[in-house]
Structures are given as structure tokens and as C-alpha cells.
């Protein structure tokens, strides 16, 4: 454990070093960033997690508090299983325990802090640390203060010394206050896994490496938010329920993600009034009430740091949510027309 | 020896001539060779003394031989003259700087690749292999005319524009921009916080209403300034721009995406406003 603490330590040297110059981190400390990079898919392990999820409403500030239990096998498979809400949730325990199974898929991929792209990490984050040790479930983990250069976003973050593994990350919001967190319980590193049936996953979702796969062209933004974005995956997906696809271009500052959805041609008709699921990216609330369909008008939505932008641009209707300005988004989305 | 060769290291001078001349074929010191070699290369008129010790020396022979091609091949190139308005431009460079000679090297007649060149990048780029007896290789330069030409992207215009109004804003914006934001020190907020405890801190009637006006002034001058500023402002986004308190109308698929990395918040906003009544 000493050998994988020093292993942090000169990680943490490295990456106070890489502010100025990222030729000074040596391969020790790439190795373990890697580590760090994968460690949800390849540490075996089981434990209870609390999650904690803040919002403003009605100017007062409220939270969803729930539970899940994780188990992975170390070789990419996992299974979330949700344990109930402790503050927030539905009443019918059942209806939200369904909910947070459907997004299992979602949760793992996107909802935790994680390092997703190193170079633009290194690029767009600054690291420091008490270089204290914290607890957290009993194991031994570094804790660090991860805040983006230009100050949008910070955490605090504890890595697990000897996996690497996050254990526990707070967000706070630009005000300081706490946005969200999760935090492991309990921590089991040699799980029984007899009989475990991991998840599967249930959209059809598979990498876009050509647009004849799509029946239309999409949109590709050529301006990223801030500059601090990078490409990060291209893929298709397919709507189980009427067969629509639409292409969702996913770019990362290193930690965090912003999607880019493109559902194709919009149909000439309005929409319903009522949105359906798998309704492809037909936005109902883009009827004007009056018979006709407004064109090229997007709608923009904020919810912490959180900004949603939707609508029909160009035949087209798009999706683009991330942890960016309004316009950020909306600069990225004209930099996508024709 | 010759300057540059005394100049070289050591380790090049000593092995590099050495090994083009073993020791057997020579008297067992490969120097003499060097020295040979090199008098020849200064001044190849007066080749007798090497040639009588390459009639003895056979790698000596071999290298003589590989200098007589060498220079054969050289001699027969055409010799092509550069355009006298270059010599002086380079004179005129070298007296009052760049930009020139550069105006010069654009005038010259652009020359074509190597037919050769050509060949190899439709190997490498286009056939992904050998090119056939009958593949049509087409040049280069045709195959990037051929290519689809973009158009930038609109929002570039703008950006662009913004740019060359007022440079110097453009410049600040983007460096401050990427500056590490510092939080201030909480003995700042400490300090402030009992200033305004402080009992002779109370602003006046009077001073409320004076800093009152000022704000409204500078409220005016914002609102103002812009179009006084440019008056051919446009909307800065193609496209009408809508703020909504809610994803009602957003698709449950889409919705769910949000809901996922608002880490179930928004979903949660919803639940409750239902609870009481209303809903999002």
C-alpha cells in the first residue's frame, strides 16, 4: 500500500507540475491516472453507495438523497441496484426504485466524477491537496481539490490509494454550494459475485463510424464551449420502441460531458401535443397552439450548472445538454448548421 | 584536416573514416587513409599521391570509385541559374530585414511535383496499395480541388467580428477568460462582513438616494451604449432563442439525458412540484 500511496503522492506532483508544463509527468504517474481513468470497469468490488443531488426550487434549496448497492467484476461488468430513496424521491418506492434501474446504464457511464480524456483533463483542471489521507468506508484514500482553470466547476474528490477508484466526490456550484455527491458506505474489495446478473444494456447504442449509417447527415459542431471541450465518442442510437435513430456526439473538458443529439429531418406535420417516449426528438412544445409549427427556435433550460437547449434548427431537431453557458451551447449549435 | 572535420567529434571523426577503411588493406594504421581521402576531397587536380595508394588500398579504390560516380552524377545536373532580381532581394533582406525576399519567392513559377510523388501518395492515400497498369492516377493538386468545399461555420462570422470591432476587448475577454479564477481569502469576508456590522457603517438616506442615481445611470448607459455603439447590431444566433422554466415539452428520452446528469435533480424538481399540486 505504501508503494501505491507513493504512487499518489508523486501522481499529485505531477499533476500540481502539469499546470505549467504536462512534459514534466513522468510514466509512473501516467500509469496510475490511467488507473484512475478506468478503475469503475476493472476494480472487482462490491459496496453501498449514497448519492445526493441538490436543486433550487422556488428559492429554496431541496435535495434527492437515495441509495444503491454496486457490484462490479473488475472485467467491466457491473450492476447498480438501487436501494430506495432517503430523501426526495417518489411516493411509490417501487415506481423510483424502477426509474433508477432503467438509468443504471447512464450512471455508470456519466453520472460520477471520472477522468475521461487525460490530455484535456491535464488541460482544463487544476489539482491540489492537503496530502492528508481520509477515510472513506474504511479505506485509505487521497483526497483532492479538483477545480476547473477558469473556475466553473470544483471538487473535492478522494481516490482509493490502492485501486484508484473514486470513493467519494462532492460538487459544489459556482456559488459554493453543494450541488452533488456520492459517497461509498461500505466497501467490499473481495465480493461474492455468484449468480449476479449484470446489467445489460437496454437502448441500442453503437459506435457511429460512418454516416451511411444513419439515414440522414448530421450535424457536427466545429465550435466547442470555451475551447476547453474535445471530441469524445460518436454514436448511434436506436429507438427500441418505433426504430428512429439519431446520432449523439458526446465531448469531455476531461471530467465533464456535453451531449450533442441530432434526431435528423423534423417531420412537416406538428408534433403531439404530448410527448411519447420514442417519439424520436420531436419536440411538441414547439407548436405554437395556432395549427403551426414554429421553425428554427430553440428553448434553453437551466438547472444549476446544468444547461438544456432543444428545439428544430435547420430540419433538424436537436438535443444539447451539458455543464456549459447558454452560449457556449447555443454558439456550438450554429457552428453545426449548413 | 580541414576545419569541419576538426570540428567534429571525436567519436564520429575517429570511427566513421575509420570503418570505411579497414585495417587490413592498409598499413595498419587507417589514418593515413583519412588523410589521403581528405587531401582528395580538397582538392581532387592533385589526385596523383591518392592514386597510388588506392592502387594499393582496395576499399580506398572502392571509395575513389563512389567519389568519381558522385561527382559524375553532380557534374551532369543542369545548373540552374537563380533569377537576379533574387540576389538582390537576399542583399536588400540581409540590409533591411524580411519581406522581400518573400514577395520574391511568391513571384517565382510554381513547379509541379515529381510524377513520382504523385504516384506514391494515390499508393498511400487512394489504391491502399501498389497502383495498377490501369489506374488513372490523378495529381494532387486536382484531387484537393476536387474536394467539397466548406463553408465556416456562421457563428465564425460573428466571432470574427467581434473580433476586429474591438480587438482589444476581444483579446482581454479571451486572456482573462483563461486565467485560474482565485477565490478570496475568508479574512476578506470576515473583514467585510464586520464593516458592514459595524454601527457607523449605516449609509445615509441621502447617500442611498446618490448611489440610487448613480445605478440608474450606469443602467441607462448599459442599455443605451450598445446601439449608440453599432447600430447594425444583429441577433447574435440565426434562430429564435426561447428561456423555458421547465422540460415539459422536452422528449422523454432527451429528458432522461438531463435527468442523468443532473444526477436525478430535475426529476426530483418535478416530483415534488407534482406533490404540491403543480407540476413541470
Known sequence: ?338 | MPPWIASLPQSFTSTTWASACPPQNVDSNPQPCNELRERYVADPASSESFDRHAAVCGACAAWLERQRFVRGILGSMDRLVAPAVLEGCVHEDLQLGAGFLIGVLRGLERQQAPEQLEQRLAEALIFEGDVADGDVVPAWGDLLGSLDRRPAPKVLDRLVDEELSSPSASVSRRFAGGLFRMSPPKSLLARVSSELKAPGTVVSRRRWLSLGGVAAAVLLALTLAPPLRNPSVKAPWPFRVVEVESLASLDPLARSLVNGLAGGSVQAMDWRKESNGGGL
Open chain 1, 1 to 338: 500500500m505504501r508503494a501505491h500511496l507513493g504512487l499518489l503522492l508523486s501522481l499529485l506532483l505531477g499533476f500540481s507540475a502539469a499546470c505549467s508544463s504536462s512534459s514534466t509527468l513522468g510514466g509512473p504517474e501516467l500509469d496510475l491516472i490511467s488507473q484512475v481513468q478506468n478503475a469503475p470497469n476493472l476494480v472487482r468490488h462490491s459496496g453501498i453507495r449514497r448519492v445526493e443531488s441538490r436543486y433550487l426550487l422556488d428559492g429554496s434549496r431541496d435535495a434527492l438523497i437515495y441509495r444503491e448497492e454496486i457490484q462490479a467484476d473488475g472485467q467491466g461488468n457491473f450492476l447498480i441496484t438501487p436501494l430506495g430513496a432517503v430523501q426526495g424521491g417518489l411516493a411509490n418506492p417501487a415506481e423510483f426504485v424502477a426509474i433508477q434501474t432503467m438509468r443504471m446504464g447512464f450512471n455508470q457511464r456519466y453520472r460520477d466524477f471520472l477522468v475521461r480524456d487525460l490530455a484535456t483533463f491535464l488541460k482544463n483542471y487544476q489539482l491540489t491537496s492537503a496530502s492528508q489521507i481520509t477515510q472513506v468506508a474504511g479505506r485509505d484514500c487521497l483526497e483532492l481539490e479538483v477545480t476547473r482553470i477558469d473556475g466553473s466547476a470544483h471538487y473535492l474528490v478522494d481516490l482509493d490509494v490502492q485501486t484508484g477508484l473514486v470513493l467519494r466526490y462532492v460538487e459544489f456550484d459556482s456559488t459554493g454550494e453543494l450541488y452533488s455527491m456520492m459517497e461509498y458506505e461500505t466497501y467490499n474489495a473481495d465480493p461474492d459475485l455468484t449468480g449476479v446478473v449484470f446489467h445489460q444494456s437496454s437502448n441500442d447504442e453503437v459506435p457511429l463510424t460512418s454516416t451511411t449509417q444513419l439515414p440522414f447527415a448530421p450535424l457536427t459542431p466545429k465550435l466547442l464551449p470555451d475551447s476547453a471541450f474535445t471530441f469524445l465518442e460518436a454514436t448511434r442510437i436506436t429507438e427500441s420502441v418505433n426504430g428512429d435513430q439519431f446520432a449523439k456526439l458526446t465531448f469531455t473538458d476531461g471530467v465533464e460531458t456535453v451531449f450533442f443529439l441530432d434526431g435528423g429531418p423534423n417531420p412537416v406535420s406538428p408534433p403531439a401535443s404530448t410527448p411519447k417516449l420514442g417519439s424520436g426528438l420531436n419536440y411538441a412544445g414547439l407548436s405554437t397552439g395556432q395549427g403551426t409549427t414554429l421553425t428554427d427556435e430553440v428553448r434553453v433550460f437551466h438547472e444549476g450548472p446544468l444547461t438544456v437547449v432543444w428545439g428544430n434548427v435547420a430540419g433538424h431537431s436537436v438535443f444539447i445538454v451539458g455543464k456549459a453557458t447558454k452560449a457556449e451551447l447555443l454558439d456550438m449549435l450554429v457552428s453545426a448548421l449548413p
